[in-house]
């Protein structure tokens, strides 16, 4: 494997870095100057030409997105999601602790690019540490004149707050951050309208993730093409991969977009732990499709993994090894999607309901012959049915695991039989509070 | 008597100073985070009343999100909440043994408060740190590669702190 340069995480591990002369003596900042200099529908087109494909999830082009910010007068919006909740999932919050500047850097060449005048940074409420060193590094981005009033003496204002959320995994569906921010329930909104033409406050807005902007200063600095040749095709730059579960070194790495899953498992994070050998694997957090062994083999890009049948999403990795029963992972999954729904689009708040009383029946040694396409059934009901794709990102993955492991799950309910661990978690989900 | 000291008044100007004239709605949540963290760990019905009060909002709005998201609490809890992880990441690195000795340790359950009040228990979704699964989060701090062993430490430390 080729050695990645470090971009992203250049910074990681020097906390000089945290304050505004460490990051400017690292070379940040200068990517603004370039931005600053240059036409705002330059600045677009460029990060179009490099490929930025969203890292929030649904991989959507951010130049493209950008492209779409309603014209004319009035407030417009930038808001950051940094609402971080996706199982398995770590890279914004350690983007945020380690390097707030690159964030900031980027979020000031968008609003310059789109001419917006106010960002919201919406920090997941139970990242207490992000939310201190960020709204630190933003008290000093305004003293050293890189926010207010004359962004960096262009005599172009803006201003960046930031917002806390308080503990609920659906506020990171943008329209659902957007209705959390105007101060209500985090209910998701019905689209079109698309954010950026109605959003905050009913104002034309872009949501993008934080590591969406914080590779903005990159394509400046390095150019589209230097960018896009780190990645694959119409996927340009590094990307931040998070790998958890049973291999042997867990965490996170900045590779290149070509990177394949299996190097990822085997190379990157020194592969399973002793006397163990994979079973399945999750290639981009809890509601992206499950993978075999035999379907390593691709690469880590948005593209690569939709034709593989599942999803780069957030490009979080979760690793289970021969001893763990799909059965149970999918039973702790179905725990999860239903307590996060926000219960407004009946699909969703009775799909994601009945799949768990289902899985937990089968959990406890008492399935029906029948009990596995009934759940493929509530499956078939909830995709495409609903207000945003929560009900998707439940039913997706069911139906994956359903398929893929179908012995498994009819050996369970005809023996009632308990095979496999889960890492010592009780037959019984743990209750929730 | 208000809960909002001239200190927080203070901090709740300048939160609210956030959001454009008209949208002062949107400072609920910044509010009740710091109602909740001055008034000791969870929020009251006057908590609620004087958040819509000081931003002229229906208390029923305020009621609302105080109820919609976790990170708030109706009822007391301990000086120091143990949110214990739940979800597969952490399962499946043994989150379950971790929470059974959580349990044990502290004799209570999910949304239950020991008797000398010094800590209360609850099993969250995920906290964002699964590569050290499995985690607790205890106030600002999170606790990762938890075993059985360590997370009993961890609160025998804290019980011999004593207070805050
Ligand atoms: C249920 C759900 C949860 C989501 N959670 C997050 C999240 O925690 N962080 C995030 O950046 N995007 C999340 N998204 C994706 C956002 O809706 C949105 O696509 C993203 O913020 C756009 O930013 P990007 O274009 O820069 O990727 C979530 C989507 C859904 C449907
Ligand atoms: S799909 Fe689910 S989470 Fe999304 S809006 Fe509908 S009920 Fe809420
Ligand atoms: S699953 Fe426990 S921190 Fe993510």
Redesign the pocket.
Known sequence: MEPTPKYLTRNFGNPAALTYDGYVAGGGYAALKKALGMAPQAVIDLVKAGNL??????????GV?WGFLAKGDGPKYL?V??????PG?VK?GPLMEQDPHQMLEGIAIACYALGIHQSYIYI?GEFHKAIRIVEAAVEEAYAKGVFGPSMSGSGFALDVAVHPGAGA?????????LSSLEGKKGM?KLKPPFPAVKGLYDRPTI???????ACVPHILNLGAEAWNALGTEKNGGTKLYNVCGHVLRPGYHELRHDVTLRQLIYDVCGGMKPGRTLKAVVPGGS?SPILLPSEIDVRMDFDSLAKAGSMLG?AAVIVMDDRTSIVRALDNLLHFYSH?SCGQCTPCREGTHWLYEISQRIVDGRGRPGDLDRMLDICTNMVGNTI???A??AALPTQSYIQKFRGEFEDYIRAGERRGLLGGIEGKAVAHA | MSPITPELKARFEKIVARYPKGQEQSAVIPLLHALQESGGGHLTTEHQQAVADFLGVPMSKVHEVTTFYTMFSLKPRGRHHISVCRTLPCALCGCGDVAKAVRERLGVGPGEVTADGMFSYEEVECLAQCHLGPVFQIGDTVYGDLTADKAKAVIDGLAKQGGR
Do not use: H, Q, W
């Open positions: 494909r969203g890292r929030g999830g649904a991989g959507f082009p951010a997105k808001c999601n940094a609402d971080e909740g996706e999932t914004d997941r995994y659906i506020c990171g569906e943008e329209t659902g951050l998701p949501v993008n993730n934080v590591e969406t902007l509601s957030s996060e945003c794709v929560l998707d990102a």
